[in-house]
């Protein structure tokens, strides 16, 4: 129903207008099996008036989702203190109990990164007052207090306590204590009258290590003579991933200079710089990549750096120091391209029946002014959710994909003026409805404007898991994975895209190709030639297609356009 995504979106018009037409206020959406409120609770674009709105015309304040999820439970989940309030005035239950164990204060320490959250402390106190218990720890040991220990929230800590939590829970020596909430003289006393030192707590920090959660620098100090600064905890997170994770810079600075290694690995591969982008602290970035760490490691699950940061500040820093922009995720992209994710309710009914379905450009290019299209490319919507969106039950009928910029196997180029080219790539996989490659190409000024070309099939197949490679004037559209159909064996599609007029040529070459190919990298290396390696390359075996690993690197000659194979080592 329409009212729940209204409800998401916070577009209060909207869900008055579904309320007046006699809508179920409390039905439960299949996709996610939650109620409107629920979407209008959790959503940061709906404010309170929204919710006040859903509540009044009947919506139930303890309903319940498929996953045990109460309106309060999602609420304390999303941080926002008003909202929990007006809940709680409206009737909700504070002392619900989920399975395994889960309640009210135990969820409101997670769905968010409760080290910034500024309301954490208020809609903490705010649950105590009106009666949640302190207590609970679920089936794993869970509770509020051990998540607020373990992710260095020490107020909270403090709160709970105070509030009767059981201190046991954190398995603290009187040492740790002092590190906490003690003096410099209680620490330093503590030191000299016992051999707490090596001692460790639930979550396993030696006082050294939780020194720099806290991030005091004297204590920590202090405790550097008694202590090792590369001593970890189970895992093999390092003293700098403490000091970090609370974005205590001053204290990572002060271990660089003190000689800890910013190249040191937990046991699943990650990197201190690694924990500084994904956790968003700038200042820590800043640190890291100016003490030399890497920015193009990948950690165990073969997860890149510039991937997991939702920061546009550490993508920019990141990109400046040689990161490729290909690996930055789509919410990303779009604020690099200059445009919000807006929603596409902008767009009428018929202006997405209009432009649904991909076409084809008449000309090389052809400029697509199609209103939905470009809805799509701000928003970021999945093809699925613009068809819930517009109400669209016929697409199966159809047999034609939604037109979508959520690709995966496209490449994003930024030429020197600052414009950003998105070419091709695909939509979902092959068995799905709107399974698509595309052919198109996406121009941004990165100021929010941007613009769509279109070309025929034979001007430029569609066309994923290509390579392109800036050369001057020209960006070269090397290999493909395309449709089954269309491969062609001992062929390797090369095409250049003219980045004044955007033109696309077929590049005729000759010599020894790689073979029609995909997944590969590809670089310029002075004089004029474009290297390929890696990725894989098609082979015919038993009249069937099958996929070998590419074993070799191969030059492309961009002044006569001859292909060389360069025989690797291992195969020789």
């Known amino acids: ?76 989940q999303s941080g926002n203190l008003e909202k929990i309030q007006f809940l709680l005035d409206a009737g909700a239950d504070i002392n619900y109990q989920k399975p395994h164990g889960y309640d009210v204060l135990i969820d409101a320490m997670y769905g968010r990164d409760i080290t910034k959250d500024e309301n954490l402390l208020a809609i903490i106190d705010l649950l105590i007052k009106r009666g949640a218990k302190v207590t609970g720890v679920t089936d794993s040991g869970e509770s509020a207090l051990r998540r607020a220990s373990d992710t260095g929230r020490f107020d909270a800590v403090k709160i709970l306590l105070a509030a009767g939590a059981d201190p046991q829970q954190l398995i603290w020596t009187e040492l740790m204590h002092a ?14 009258q016992g051999d707490e030192l090596f001692e460790i707590d ?40 403490y000091a970090i994770e609370n974005n205590r810079f001053q204290i990572l600075q002060w271990l660089i200079d003190k000689g800890c290694d910013v190249e040191a690995t937990d046991e699943f591969g990650t990197t201190a710089l690694m924990v500084a982008v994904e956790r968003d602290h700038p200042e820590c970035v800043k640190i890291l990549l100016e003490a030399g760490a890497k920015a193009n490691r990948e950690n165990n699950y073969h997860e890149k750096v510039i991937q997991q940061t939702n920061n546009i500040e550490i993508v920019r820093m990141l990109l400046a120091v040689g990161e490729d922009i290909n690996n930055v995720n789509d919410e990303m992209l779009r604020l690099l391209m200059g445009v919000s994710k807006n929603d596409i309710l902008h767009i009428s009914k018929s202006q997405y029946l209009a432009g649904k ?80 490659i595309y052919n198109d190409v996406v121009v941004s000024q990165g100021d929010g404007n941007f613009q769509i ?120």
């Not at 329409?2 to 179920?24: C, F, L, R, T, W």
């Not at 550097?224 to 093999?236: I, T």
């Not at 955007?502 to 310029?524: L, M």
Request: hydrophobic share 35%.
């Open 202 to 241: 639930y979550y396993g920090r030696n006082p050294w290590l939780l020194s720099l959660q806290v991030g005091d620098l004297a204590k920590a100090e202090l405790l550097l003579g008694e202590a090792n600064c590369h001593e970890f905890e189970y895992g093999g997170k390092t003293s700098l991933m």
């Open 179 to 192: 590190i906490v909430f003690g003096s410099l003289a209680d620490v330093e006393k503590l030191i000299t």
């Open 357 to 436: 379905h991909r076409r084809f450009g008449k000309s090389n290019p052809e400029l697509m002014e199609v209103d939905f299209w470009k809805a799509m490319v701000s928003s970021g919507f999945r093809a699925y959710k613009a068809q819930q969106t517009f109400n669209d039950t016929n697409y199966h009928e159809s047999h034609q994909p939604v037109w979508c910029f959520d690709r995966f196997g496209r490449t994003v180029t930024q030429l020197p003026d600052g414009k950003i080219v998105v070419i091709a790539g695909e939509h979902e996989d092959y068995y799905d409805p709107n399974f698509c």
């Open 1 to 76: 129903m329409q009212i729940h995504i209204y409800a998401e979106e916070g577009n209060i018009a909207k869900v008055q207008q579904e309320i007046a037409h006699g809508v179920d206020i409390n039905y439960l959406d299949k996709y996610e099996s939650r109620t409107p409120l629920m979407f209008a609770v959790s959503s940061p674009h709906a404010d309170i008036d929204l919710v006040r709105l859903l509540v009044e015309n009947g919506a139930d304040v303890n309903a319940v989702d498929t996953y045990q999820n109460t309106v309060l439970a999602l609420a304390v």
């Open 453 to 572: 070309y279109g070309y025929s099939e034979d001007v430029f197949p569609p066309t994923d898991f290509h390579s392109a490679t800036l050369v001057g004037k020209y960006i070269y559209i090397i290999g493909s994975l395309g449709y089954l159909n269309e491969r062609i064996c001992d062929h390797t599609p090369v095409y250049r895209l003219h980045c004044e007029t955007f033109t696309i040529d077929t590049v005729k070459t000759s010599g020894e190709n790689p073979g029609w190919i995909y997944k590969h990298t590809a670089y310029y290396q002075e004089p004029n030639q474009i290297c390929i390696s890696g990725g894989k390359i098609l082979a015919i075996v038993n009249q069937k297609q099958q996929w070998l690993t590419n074993a070799n690197s191969y030059t492309l000659d961009l002044k006569k356009f001859r292909w060389t194979r360069i025989i690797s080592s291992d195969t020789a």
